[in-house]
């Protein structure tokens, strides 16, 4: 390696779903890490080009023009033009930005190039890329794009998109000024309907509303304010642009990412939603358009489909145009093809990729698009072919890369692996993928082997997994085994290829053997410090070829550690010396292991000999090269390493170069020899992560190099600029490593068979030990069966042990307590029992700590709370209690002022002060008396007008009419008076509440006192009563809450060794003092003796002590006494007697004392609770009051806030007021500069005109000589023009472009003249006469005249565009203009409310119940349409209203009184009527009445009574006969049933045997049927006649009884009929 060496690009892989661009009809453009990759898509061959140190970021092309722009990512960056195929630098365009390119696009006529930038410029850029000079700029910084186009139509329409933005722009050139006119148009709700969007004027306004607190009238005042949208739009949802495309028509189709697909149209601004899955269709007059929901699986059907239906979220990721509808696809991998229909579009067609798509690419012959997919895939479709099918063009797989190595020995493969898991293979010469492998894990390296054509993966797992690389089309899992507990971070082979070394983060180095015919076993293993991060091995064939070196670098706690050791390469041949255990660990002292610690944090290690190793310095980011000897490393050189920390080092095979990569993306070469100078290749990029892997070739002339961002990239030497003495020597130390490789081919024929000969894995097994685990468990299991017969003896030892311990311990509980020994003295383990007191402790010490912690947080959290509720409050919430009930009254809390509260306090109170003397001393008048009533009004309406309560209990007010707060600052002034007016309110009524909480405590005093007494009473009553001493609950005394007492901790306090000895010594001394007290104490004893323990003697103690009876009166019979003792028993019955009469009277005094007490007790708490009711009542009133002045801050605070709210629009609209001023002043500015270009241009103009009128008289000067016929054919022919015809394109080239829907032959109008005026110019119109050299001289003459004319033209056209330019401007003042007028107008509006706002006051009244006459609503009573009127005009119309009343009540009683009059006359003759009627009904009744026997019998008796009463006896006994009667026709009945019953019986067995005999007849019938059927079959008609006969004889016989049924109905009618021709009495009227 040198520095005039150079890496050349041999071919890099990879794509991650970027942007695919045409260059022309068949080669496509791919970043591909820090390389450009152009692919041909019919042979697919790649060319590739590199940016530089810097990774590509935008980049656009021109297909006309072969060219191709980018910007490189990196601060300032340039955008690099360069040509096609040729890669030459066309120019370069700096100082566009600061930070980075978002998107570049080319115009698709002209030089220009449109580049958009990001943070922090946000500018949109007009370019001419052939000047490289900036032509405009426009900030658009308020609404940032991200994606930019040209229409390919017209090059001055652009399009911008960002994520919440959409901008339509236009490009106006003047004279050479160029101006981008960009407009923002209004982004859709979400969830706006299908169809045109409505005019959103005001929308805007609708829907923000600035604070909660808004009243309807300031809702009002907002919803004017239009130019006010512009301020709040930006806070609404809205869609969010992901995609967009040009279209034939000055048309945008914009995709979102929730699905919605948007039509805008440039001509008319209109824009329509064509599909948005948010939403329901909306109804059309044209069009009936009914969606309905539908299962996924009919998105498969997609002919004739709505989009509406099968479009959702992310569908619309990419979009492009085409002449046949609109492609479309997105995240769900299905390309569609939209019908482009503006209502309702159709999926026409569609394609499913199964594969996310971020990318859609047209050729620029549009008969091919390509897709890009995120994971690695490109598929291409020729949609003009009839059933098109995609293909894929290249599938590279995606992922970061973790490992890259040669395929032994001939490095004609590659292979390849991905953090993800996909391993692949490639071809080095072509760079075709020739296989792929899905692991199915997470792999974290690679590495190939020497020795076979096999490759070793680890995985994140631990696991080792071998592929066989034989077939490299195929290659196939062959080995895998779990080595380490975590990932496999690490491997390295040995030059011998017999060995392999891997590092991971479990302290462990494994060694295996990389032979298959040794099944890759493990060998042995090294334990390391920490992580391991880099192994290096060094094998010297020549010099020692039993010995390989090893070098480790590793990390453990920041620090950087490198060991150092020597391995035998045959290391299964190895004894077990070297071995320090049966777990095959390498003995230090065989292996001469040297461990080292660095004073840098060290990232990787490489070795160049034996001695020498290569690092990196992590914090100074430098390579080091270093010696170790005998344990002391000594640094030789340090040089220059990666732009960012870390990095990793490689040696070359051959030991002559170092190679290192790291996250900077760059590759660095250095030769050993001179570390300071070095070659570095950007090759990935650094956004992504850089480089995170790079091998060497076995001859070193190639490198493989792979990054996070998911490329590989091969490069080879170029040694074309080296000398020849320098390129001798690199082309010998490659020769020299060709050399070594080549004696292993002997071993990797040999393992390559065997490798061939193994099975194939299906899949990966996922194993829970790892092989170091296994060996221990292996040696374990080992040593058991070794040591059996001792491992069982020990166990019965131990059991018979543990036997005696048991029966000793029993033993022991049964001994005394001072002969018994304590459970730990069993113990015989005291090692391990220290070890569990140990774990005891340290749980205990955790367990504290963390109960100190959250002790600590509760303890932070109480001084928290009790400095917020307590401390800082003046007055402290507290409540009181009724003694007998649950009513609580609790007190104002108040919180302490601070000293700016009291200051602004003392400067309202004084200004107020002021204010009111002034107003008095001015105002001060007195009253005359006959005005005394109406000043009394006056005081009564102003307490109304007051708004609350207050005056009644303040006695003067101290705060401003609510007439005449007006300013903001007036209303903060009344707010803090209003609050020092609550404050003296809750001051009041708390001195009242602590009046009354005296009272109680003084109260339960007196109470406990009595109870006291009363409980000494109840006990010397011997009552069991319990009396019950009234106190303060927990709410009485807030105080309570600070303080915890021992009986609230439910838990046993712990106490520490410290605390439990005072206790200890406390409870020593209390023993030791109760026991003096114990001892012998006369004057106690004396006292007990003499007093019985008492200095004091009580009467009652007296009346309670018993009379001791003589003991003669209980030794002898009342008969064997003396006569003294008769005398001394009677003198004892007197002293008993009287004691019992003492007994009593002391007992009834205590009763009377008690119920005194008792009722003393009672009249107290009664008397309190009067008070508390008294007091909850006031409570209510003040509470009442405080409400209302508190309701009076609200609607001041909100009366405040509106003000603002109205001065805030008031400065919103002024602020874009300045903004148009200064707009039309620079309108005007522009008008007046244009005016004096065209006056300019006129002016040259007008030079031109006369030159070449000046040239048309030259011309018939010059040819004066010639005859007068000959000068005018010369004149006609100098006069003639071509007329220039519009040409239809050629079939072939319309047919080449027929795909293409903005292709536009554009050819220059000027050129065609020149080419027609040329072939004016030949000989074939020469005159015949007309000599050549005229000819030609009029020629000259006529082609000056000619360009005159075309200069003549061009100043023209520049005046009529400068005048287009000029009245566009012109509009545009006069819009500028309109908008000052309509802002100055909502300006005026505004402050016209304003001032009503300002004088139209909201006032608080206070009304009496019954002065408020609206209906009260449902929830609240609505005032909109209420009046306020004075009560004097309520009251007049009162009185109005009770006169005309009274009038109307007394007119009203004396028609009553005449109608009652007139309506008893009426009721009268009625009644007269009905009673004349009634008689006439009763005469008719007498005469109509017959005179039965009945009757007769009745009239002619006497005594009806005695009648009655025969004929009620002779019932009775026909009732009795009756009832015999029918006793015996019920026993007959019954009679007459059991025989019936029986006979039925009968029946059924006669049944039975009939139904048996009747199957038999059936049977015989049928046969009988049959035969006669078979003789008489010529007898049926005569059988027919016979049942025709038979069933007319039955029709007369039932004729015949129904006429006999009628006869005799008609004579009963008749017999009826006679009956009423009996004869009757005649009426009379």
């Given at each position: 390696?040198?520095?005039q060496?150079t890496?050349?690009?041999a071919w890099?892989q990879g794509?991650?779903g970027?942007?695919l661009k045409f260059i022309?009809?068949?080669?496509v453009?791919s970043v591909?890490?820090c ?6 898509t ?5 060319k590739?080009?590199r940016?530089g140190?810097?990774?590509?970021g935008?980049?656009a092309v ?5 060219l191709i722009?980018?910007?490189?990512k990196k601060?300032?960056?340039s ?6 195929p040729?890669?030459e630098?066309s120019?370069v365009?700096?100082?566009g ?7 570049i696009?080319?115009?698709?006529t ?5 580049t958009?930038?990001s943070?922090p410029?946000f500018?949109?850029?007009?370019w ?7 032509l405009t700029?426009v900030?658009?910084k308020?609404?940032p794009?991200n994606?930019i186009?040209f229409?390919p139509?017209?090059w ?7 994520d ?10 003047s004279?050479e000024?160029?101006?981008?006119k ?9 969830t ?7 005019e959103q004027?005001?929308?805007?306004m ?6 909660p607190i808004l009243?309807a009238?300031s809702?009002k005042?907002?919803s004017?304010?239009?130019?006010l949208?512009?301020?709040y739009?930006?806070k609404?949802?809205k869609?969010a642009p992901v995609?967009?495309?040009w279209a034939?028509g ?12 948007l039509?805008y149209?440039t001509?008319?601004a209109?824009?329509s939603?064509?599909?948005n899955p948010?939403a329901?269709?909306k109804g059309?007059?044209n069009t009936d ?7 996924e699986?009919e ?9 509406q239906?099968?479009?959702g979220k992310?569908?619309l ?10 492609f479309v ?5 299905k390309l569609r ?8 579009p ?8 199964k594969?996310?798509?971020?990318s859609?690419a047209?050729?620029?012959?549009y008969d ?7 994971n690695?895939?490109v598929f291409s479709?020729f949609?003009?072919n009839?059933n098109a ?5 290249f599938?590279?797989?995606c992922?970061?890369m ?6 032994s020995?001939t490095n004609?493969q590659?292979i390849?692996c991905?953090k993800n898991?996909?391993?692949q293979?490639?071809?080095?010469e072509?760079?075709a993928q020739?296989?792929s ?8 390296t690679?590495a190939c082997c020497q020795?076979?054509?096999s490759a070793?993966i680890?995985l994140?797992?631990?696991q080792?997994?071998v592929?066989?690389?034989?077939t490299p089309?195929s290659p196939?899992?062959i080995f895998e085994?779990?080595?380490?507990h975590g990932?496999?971070?690490h491997i390295?082979?040995?030059?011998s290829g017999k ?6 983060d479990d302290g462990h180095?494994?060694i295996l053997?990389t032979?298959a015919s040794?099944?890759?076993?493990c060998l042995g293993h090294i ?6 991060t880099g192994?290096?091995s060094?094998?010297?064939l020549k010099v020692?070829?039993e010995?390989c070196y090893?070098?480790i670098?590793s990390?453990?706690?920041n620090?950087s550690?490198i ?6 390469v ?6 077990k010396?070297?071995f320090?255990?049966?777990?095959f660990?390498?003995d230090p002292?065989f292996?001469?292991?040297t461990d080292?610690q660095l004073?840098?944090l060290?990232s990787?290690?490489?070795m160049?000999?034996p001695?020498?190793?290569?690092t990196v310095d992590?914090?100074k ?11 002391e490393l000594?640094?030789?050189d ?10 990793t080092?490689?040696i070359?095979?051959h ?9 900077d993306g760059?590759?660095?070469f250095r030769?050993?020899?001179?570390a300071q100078?070095?070659?570095?290749i950007p090759?990935h990029?650094?956004f992504?992560?850089?480089a995170?892997f790079l091998k ?7 490198v493989l190099?792979?990054?996070k961002?998911?490329?590989?990239a091969l490069?080879k030497?170029?040694?074309d ?6 390129k ?7 020769d ?11 071993l990797r024929?040999e393992?390559?068979?065997v490798?061939?000969?193994?099975t194939a ?5 996922c194993q829970?030990?790892?092989w170091l685990?296994k060996?221990?468990?292996g040696v374990q299991?080992?040593?058991d069966?070794?040591f059996e017969?001792q491992i ?7 059991s018979e042990?543990?036997a ?10 049964k001994?005394d307590?001072?002969?018994q020994l ?5 113990t015989?383990?005291?090692d391990?029992r ?5 774990e005891?402790?340290d749980?205990?010490?955790?367990i504290k700590?963390?109960v100190e912690?959250?002790n ?8 928290l709370i009790k400095?917020?509720?307590w401390?800082?409050?003046a007055?402290?919430?507290?409540s ?6 649950d009513?609580e ?10 000293e700016?509260?009291r200051k602004?306090?003392?400067r309202v109170?004084?200004l107020?002060?002021?204010?009111k003397?002034e107003?008095?001393?001015?105002e001060?008048?007195?009253k ?5 009533g109406?000043h009394?009004?006056e005081?009564?309406m102003s307490a109304?007008?007051?708004g609350?309560?207050a005056?009644k209990?303040y006695?003067?007010?101290i ?6 707060l ?5 209303k903060r002034d009344q707010i803090?008076l209003?609050?020092h007016t609550i404050g003296?309110?809750k ?11 005296a009272s109680k ?15 000494q009473i109840?006990?010397d009553?011997?009552?069991e009563d319990?009396?019950a001493?009234?106190a ?11 303080i915890?007492e021992d ?11 410290e605390e ?9 001394l ?7 007290e114990e001892?012998d ?5 004396a006292?007990e003796?003499m007093m019985?323990?008492k200095?004091?003697?009580?009467p009652?103690?007296e009346?309670q ?12 019979a009342e008969?064997?006494?003396?006569e003294?003792e008769?005398k001394?028993?009677?003198e004892?019955e007197k002293?008993?007697?009287h004691?019992?009469?003492?007994r009593?009277k002391?007992r ?6 008690l119920?005194?007490?008792q009722?003393?007790n ?6 309190f609770?009067?008070?508390l009711?008294?007091l909850?009542?006031l ?5 009442k009051?405080i409400n209302?002045?508190e ?5 001041l605070s909100?009366s405040?806030?509106?003000q ?11 602020k874009?007021?300045e903004?148009?001023k ?9 008008v007046?500069?244009?005016?004096r270009?065209i ?7 007008e ?5 070449d009128r000046?040239?048309e008289?030259q011309f018939?000067?010059d040819?004066?000589d010639?005859d007068a016929f000959?000068?005018d054919?010369?004149?006609k022919?100098y006069k003639?023009?071509?007329k ?7 079939n072939?080239?319309s047919?080449?472009?027929s795909s293409?829907?903005f ?6 109008p000027?050129?065609l003249f020149?080419?027609?005026m ?5 000989d074939i119109?020469?005159?015949?006469f007309l ?9 000259d003459a006529r082609?000056?005249k000619?360009e005159?004319e075309?200069?003549?033209r ?11 330019y000029l009245q ?8 500028v ?7 100055f107008q909502?300006?005026?509006?505004l402050r016209?409310k304003?001032l009503k706002f300002l004088?139209?006051l909201?006032?608080q009244?206070l009304l009496k119940?019954g002065?408020v ?8 009573t609505?005032?909109?349409n209420a009046?306020l009127?004075h009560?004097?005009v309520?009251?007049?119309l009162?009185?109005?209203i009770v006169?005309?009343?009274e ?7 004396d028609?009553?009184d005449?109608?009652?009059n007139i309506?008893?006359?009426e ?7 009905m009673e ?6 009763k005469?008719r009744d007498?005469?109509?009445?017959r005179v039965?026997k009945?009757l007769?019998?009745?009239l002619?008796?006497e005594?009806?009574a005695?009648?009655?009463q025969?004929e009620i006896?002779?019932l009775?006994k026909?009732i009795?006969l ?8 019920s026993l007959?009945k019954?009679r007459?049933?059991?025989?019936l ?8 067995f006669?049944?039975?045997?009939l139904d048996a ?8 019938l049928v046969e ?7 003789c ?5 008609p005569?059988a ?9 004889r ?8 129904s006429?006999?049924?009628?006869v005799a109905?008609?004579?009963a009618e008749?017999?009826?009929l006679?009956?009423k021709?009996f004869p009757?009495?005649v009426?009379h009227?």
């Open positions: 390696v040198s520095t060496s890496g050349d690009l890099s794509y991650d970027q942007r022309d009809k068949k080669t453009i591909c890490g390389m450009m990759k152009f692919i041909d019919t042979t697919g061959k790649e590739s080009h940016s140190i810097n990774p590509y935008a980049f021109n297909p006309a023009s072969n722009a980018y910007a490189e601060l300032n960056p955008i690099q033009i360069i040509t096609f040729e890669f630098l120019g365009l700096q100082d930005c600061m930070m980075e390119y978002v998107d696009a080319f115009a698709p002209g030089t220009y190039i449109l958009c930038s943070l410029d500018k949109l850029s007009l001419d890329y052939s000047s490289a000079t900036i700029t900030n658009i308020l609404h794009g994606s186009s229409n139509l017209n001055k329409q652009l399009c911008v998109t960002g919440q933005s959409f901008h339509v722009g236009s490009i106006e050139t004279n000024k160029y101006t981008i960009l407009s923002t148009v209004d982004l859709p709700d979400p706006t309907p299908l169809g045109p969007l409505a004027k005001d929308i805007y609708k829907k923000f509303v600035p604070s009243t009238e809702v005042i907002a004017t304010l239009s130019p949208h512009e301020k739009k930006d609404l949802k869609v995609s967009h495309c034939v000055n048309c945008l189709y914009i995709g979102c990412t929730d699905g919605q697909l039509h149209d001509s008319s209109t824009m939603v064509l599909t948010l329901s269709v059309s007059s358009l009914k969606i309905k929901e539908e299962d699986d998105d498969d059907n997609f002919k004739s489909a709505s989009a239906k099968v479009l992310g569908d990721e990419t979009i492009e145009y085409y002449q046949d509808g609109l696809c997105g995240a769900n991998g093809l939209l019908s482009l229909d503006t209502v309702s159709d999926v026409l067609d569609c394609w499913d990729t594969s996310v798509v971020s859609l047209w050729s620029t012959a091919k698009i390509l897709l890009g997919s995120p690695g895939i479709l949609p003009s009839k099918d995609l293909n894929t063009l599938n590279v797989k992922g970061p973790v490992g890259v190595d040669f395929v020995p004609s590659i390849s991905r898991g996909i391993v293979v490639w071809s080095a072509t760079a020739l296989s492998l899905q692991l199915g894990s997470e792999v974290s690679l020795s076979s054509r070793f680890g994140s797992s631990g080792l997994v592929l066989d690389l034989n089309e196939r899992i085994d779990r080595i380490h990932s496999i971070l390295a082979f040995d030059m060995l392999l070394f891997t590092g991971s180095v494994i053997d032979r040794n099944k890759f076993k334990d390391i410090k920490g992580q391991v192994i290096a060094l094998h010297q020692e070829k010995w090893l070098a670098s990390v453990c706690d620090v550690f060991s150092h050791a020597k391995i035998p045959d290391l299964h041949l190895q004894p010396e070297a320090d255990d049966d777990t660990h390498m002292q292996i001469s292991r080292c004073d840098f060290a990787s290690v490489a160049v000999n001695n020498t190793m290569v992590v914090a980011k430098m390579v080091v090269v270093f010696n170790l000897r005998n344990g000594s640094i030789t340090r040089a220059n390493g990666h732009l960012l920390k870390g990095g080092v490689v070359s095979p030991g002559k170069w170092i190679g290192s990569y790291g996250a760059q590759i660095i030769t050993i020899e001179d100078n070095s070659v570095s090759s990029s650094h992504l992560g850089g995170s060497f070739a076995n001859d070193g002339q190639q190099s792979c990054g961002d998911g490329v590989i490069w030497w170029n040694y600029s080296l000398e020849t003495e320098e001798a020597t690199v082309l010998g130390a490659v020299a490593s060709r050399g070594r490789y080549a004696s292993l081919l002997g024929k393992q390559d068979a490798l061939q000969n193994m894995l299906s899949a990966l097994k829970e030990k790892t685990e060996v221990e468990a299991e080992l040593k069966k070794t017969p069982e003896e020990l166990k019965k030892n131990i042990l543990r005696t311990v048991l029966g000793m311990i029993e033993t022991n509980e001994v307590a001072i002969e304590k459970r730990h003295e069993f015989l383990d005291v391990e220290q070890r569990i007191l140990n005891g402790d749980e205990i010490e955790s700590e963390s912690l959250e600590l947080a509760m303890l932070f959290l109480k001084e400095k917020e509720c401390d800082g409050m007055v402290v919430g507290r009181l209690v009724l003694f007998s009930g009513l009254v609790s007190n104002f809390p108040i919180k302490k002022q601070t700016d509260e602004e306090v003392d109170l004084t107020y002060a002021h204010e003397l107003v008095e001393q001015v001060y008048a007195p005359p008396k006959d005005e005394e109406e009394e009004e005081q009564e109304s007008l007051y609350s309560h005056k209990f006695g003067g007010t705060q401003h009419s609510q007439f005449n007006h300013s903001n600052q007036r803090e209003i609050k003296h309110l001051n009041t009524f708390n001195k009242e509440f602590d009046d009354v909480y405590k003084q109260e339960i005093a007196r109470v406990a006192e009595r109870t006291e007494r009363i409980k109840l006990k009553l011997k009552s319990d009396v001493i009234p303060f609950k927990q709410i009485e005394m807030p105080e309570s809450f600070l915890v009986g609230e901790i439910k838990f046993e306090k712990y106490l520490t060794p439990q000895a005072a206790q200890a010594e406390k409870e020593r209390d023993a030791e003092r109760r026991r003096l001892a104490n006369a004057r106690e004893r006292l003796t019985h323990g200095l004091e003697i009580r009652e103690d009346l002590k018993d009379l001791e009876k003589p003991e003669f009166m209980l030794a002898k008969s064997q006494w003396s003294e008769h001394i028993a009677k004892f002293k008993e007697k004691l019992m009469e003492e009593e002391y009834k005094a205590l009763e009377a004392e119920k005194k007490l009722t003393a009672s009249e107290g708490m009664n008397s609770d009067e008070k009711n008294k909850f009542k409570k209510i009133e003040y509470q009051t209302q002045e309701l009076k801050i609200v609607r909100r405040v806030y509106q603002e709210y109205l001065e805030d629009c008031d400065s919103d609209l002024s874009p007021l903004e148009f200064q707009l039309k002043l620079r309108s005007q500015e522009e007046a500069e244009i005016k270009s006056d300019k241009l006129r002016d040259e103009h030079i031109v005109l006369q030159e000046a040239i008289k018939k000067k040819f004066v010639l000959t000068l054919i010369l004149v022919l003639r023009r071509p220039l015809m519009k040409q239809k394109p050629q072939s080239e047919s080449s472009r293409n829907p292709y536009v032959k554009v050819e220059d000027d050129k020149l080419e027609a040329t072939e004016l110019d030949s119109h020469k005159p015949e000599e050549l050299e005229i000819w030609e001289r009029f020629i082609r000056i000619v005159s075309l200069k003549v061009h100043h023209s056209q520049k005046i009529q565009d400068l005048n287009g566009r401007k012109l509009e545009e003042d006069e819009g203009k309109n908008k000052i007028e309509k802002t909502h300006l005026n509006e016209d304003k004088m139209n909201e006032i009244l119940q002065q006459e609206v209906d009260p609503g449902v929830f609240s609505k005032f909109d009046l009127i009560r004097s309520i009251e007049d009162n009185s109005q006169t005309l009343g009038g109307k009540v007394s007119a009203m009683i028609c009553k005449y109608y009652k309506h008893l006359l009721w009268e003759h009625e009644k007269m009527q004349a009627e009634d008689l006439n009904a005469t007498v005469q109509t009445l039965t009945e007769q019998v009745f002619f008796e005594n009806n005695q009648r009655m025969k006896q002779t009775e026909t009795k009756n009832e015999n009667m029918h006793q015996r026709k007959d019954k007459i049933l059991d025989r019953n029986r006979l039925i019986k009968e029946k059924e006669e049944c039975a045997a005999e009747l199957k038999e007849l059936a049977v015989s009988r049927q049959q035969i006669q059927e078979a008489v079959a010529d007898l049926v005569a027919d006649q016979r049942m025709k006969d038979i069933v007319a039955r029709k007369l016989v039932d004729l015949a009884k006429q006999s049924q009628e109905v008609l004579r008749v017999e009826r006679r009956m021709t009757a009495l009426q009227n």
